[in-house]
């Protein structure tokens, strides 16, 4: 195990004068703790995400809630940087101005670098072009996102964050990107990372009923769409000694183990429990294994993107570039 970072603790009853001071040492020790491991780390993580990377260092499973709650207190009061965790991106503001404090000089300096570099961001052509699928990425958790991101980004595959993505406009907009590129030949593929749970076990149909509802509407038809769950499986979670969480809960605070739960006898819920337990693996217990998760996701979009694709794309780019590049130092020259 790494070196261990104890949790802080607060005694029972009216803390003493001492046991307060006691505390608050802890709880500082605990935030440079965290500190430190998030220098190490080339990705963020939710409050959640930190949990699972603090079981590494000793935190017991017990203690997740609690840690949770205190991590974003200390974000709260300035013991840990707010940035610490990683941000929804759609409860971000639009924003309208942006103030430079660069003098004159300075800037048309970095404008004619800018202009000299231009060409290197010049893309007339797009990667899906070259390829026989057009691939997009879902995945259940924010974690999941920032983790996977730089292996999206490398295949230019979209990634979504799964909350709100039941939101119809979210939804329509995937759609669209999927007819649009159906219509271009492309056979379009979902690839989807979350949580291993029942519902989670069992999302393809889910997310296939959730695109058939809008499947008529003449914006948004398509034919054909592939939806691939790549993850958490079974075997992946005993490879990599993921933490199993003892129960079921639901977001919404009910739990499928119980008899009570109107799911519970569900066929989707019994088959789970037969195979695996009352126990889940949620997906941001990925955190702890970065360069395992990574190959996960880099292997689930390898199913679908040719690499000989990949080869003629950048070839095509790297001449279309040349070609602005030129452009480019011909109208500066003159």
């Avoid at 948004?220 to 990599?240: C, M, Q, T, V, Y």
């Avoid at 789970?272 to 998760?293: D, H, S, T």
Wanted: hydrophobic share 35%; with cysteine.
């Amino acid at each position: 195990m790494s070196e261990v970072v104890v949790f802080p603790r607060q005694r029972r009853g009216r803390p003493t004068a001492t046991t307060a001071e006691v505390y608050q040492q802890a709880l500082k020790a605990f935030c440079i703790a965290i500190r430190e491991i998030a220098s190490r780390l080339d990705f963020k993580v939710s409050s959640r995400g930190w949990c699972y990377i603090l079981e590494e260092h000793g935190l017991g499973k017990g203690d997740f809630d609690a840690a949770q709650r205190l991590i974003n207190d200390c974000r709260k009061t300035g013991l840990l940087p707010i940035g610490i965790c990683a941000e929804d991106q759609s409860r971000l503001p639009t924003v309208w101005e942006e103030v430079t404090d660069e003098d004159p000089d300075d800037y048309a300096d970095d404008w004619i670098r800018t202009l000299e570099e231009a060409h290197e961001s010049y893309t007339p052509i797009w990667f899906w072009d070259y390829q026989g699928y057009y691939v997009e990425m879902l995945v259940e958790k924010i974690d999941l996102k920032t983790l996977f991101s730089p292996v999206c980004g490398e295949f230019k595959v979209q990634i979504t964050n799964a909350r709100g993505w039941s939101d119809i406009n979210s939804r329509a907009a995937m759609m669209r990107r999927f007819k649009h590129w159906e219509g271009k030949g492309k056979i379009c593929v979902l690839l989807y990372g979350g949580d291993h749970d029942p519902a989670g076990l069992s999302i393809s149909d889910y997310l296939m009923a959730l695109f058939e509802e809008m499947k008529d509407h003449p914006e948004i038809d398509w034919d054909r769409l592939i939806i691939h769950r790549f993850g958490l499986n079974g075997d992946f979670i005993d490879a990599n000694n993921l933490t199993w969480i003892d129960g079921l809960e639901t977001s919404s605070g009910e739990d499928l183990a119980d008899r009570t739960h109107k799911d519970h006898f569900k066929p989707y819920v019994q088959s789970y429990i037969q195979r695996f337990g009352a126990r889940k693996v949620e997906a941001n217990a990925l955190v702890v294994r970065p360069v395992e998760g990574r190959q996960l996701c880099r292997d689930a979009i390898l199913e679908y993107v040719d690499e000989d694709g990949i080869d003629a794309y950048e070839a095509a780019l790297e001449e279309e570039r040349e070609k602005a590049r030129r452009a480019i130092a011909e109208r500066m020259a003159s």
